[in-house]
């Protein structure tokens, strides 16, 4: 990694928000207001907190890179979701608000390594 990269990590780090091109335009999303975003093939569909969810074309790879990865995991290969939105795990079902997701075990070990190692408090 060039010291380029590094500082342009360093900034995306302290953003609050991400850009996103959805209906023909560049929409700014808030990454608080993101309650999990489902993969649908080509399409990711990112639902928010009281708003309408944002369909846009891009991969479940594509978005992690613009996410932060302290605050976000994939816990499936449908799904990723907000740490701090996470209540409880049980099993391999992961509980936010009134919604479950499921665990894929290919991710199984990674997210409970993160999880477990996590000194947020859930």
């Known amino acids: 990694?060039?010291?380029?990269?590094?500082?342009?990590?360093?900034v995306l780090k302290n953003e609050t928000y991400i850009y996103l091109r959805a209906d023909y335009s560049l929409q700014k999303i808030e990454l608080s207001e993101i309650q999990w975003i489902e993969g649908l093939d080509d399409y990711l569909k990112i639902q928010l907190k009281d708003k309408?969810?944002?369909?846009?074309?891009m991969t479940m790879k594509a978005i992690l890179e613009k996410l932060p990865s302290s605050e976000f995991v994939r816990i499936?290969?449908?799904?990723?979701?907000?740490?701090?939105?996470?209540?409880?795990?049980?099993?391999?079902?992961?509980?936010?608000?009134?919604?479950?997701?499921?665990?894929?075990?290919?991710?199984?070990?990674?997210?409970?390594?993160?999880?477990?190692?996590?000194?947020?408090?859930?």
Not at 1 to 10: F, G, N, V, Y
Not at 52 to 57: A, E, H, L
Not at 90 to 98: G, I, P
């Open 1 to 10: 990694m060039d010291a380029c990269q590094l500082r342009t990590k360093k």
């Open 52 to 57: 309408k969810p944002v369909v846009v074309r």
């Open 76 to 122: 499936h290969r449908s799904y990723i979701v907000p740490f701090e939105k996470i209540q409880h795990v049980r099993n391999k079902t992961v509980f936010l608000e009134q919604k479950e997701f499921p665990i894929g075990n290919s991710y199984e070990e990674e997210f409970m390594k993160l999880f477990s190692g996590s000194s947020r408090s859930l």
